[in-house]
């Protein structure tokens, strides 16, 4: 089965960073664009970022942008999301999945309608 598999979320000061990992397996993740989600609590899960497979251009939302830094590395088949300065409003459940539009649709209030496989889930809590 193709799997995604998140990593590296815990409960951090506002102001500190955290590195999520990404893990495929049983695909060749440099054949995929990949999205980095996240999901607060009463809230609606929105886009965060994403890389595509073949220029590896990147996608931020406005709300991260100069803070997260997505990136991959093919060799261990796994994309990364550098979260600094983190503010207690990055606080949420952070998902990566699969896009097959290679981040074309990012920031669109549409986009989670063409992702296909998702990781679990790991959960970012900011707070002092």
């Known amino acids: 089965q193709v799997q995604l598999v998140e990593s590296g979320g815990g409960l951090v000061q506002p102001g500190g960073s955290l590195r999520l990992s990404c893990a495929a397996s049983?695909?060749?993740?440099?054949?995929?664009?990949i999205g980095w989600f996240r999901q607060a609590p009463g809230m609606e899960r929105e886009g965060v970022s994403c890389?595509?497979?073949?220029?590896?251009?990147?996608y931020y939302a406005d709300s991260v942008k100069g803070r997260f830094t997505i990136s991959r590395d093919n060799a261990k088949n796994t994309v990364y999301l550098q979260m600094n300065s983190l503010k207690p409003e990055d606080t949420a459940v952070y998902y990566c999945?699969?896009?097959?539009?290679?981040?074309?649709?990012?920031?669109?209030?549409?986009?989670?309608?063409?992702?296909?496989?998702w990781g679990q889930g790991t959960l970012v809590t900011v707070s002092s």
């Open positions: 049983e695909f060749t993740l440099d054949s995929y664009a």
């Open positions: 890389i595509s497979s073949r220029r590896g251009s990147t």
């Open positions: 999945a699969t896009d097959p539009k290679e981040c074309l649709y990012s920031g669109k209030n549409y986009w989670i309608r063409y992702l296909e496989v």
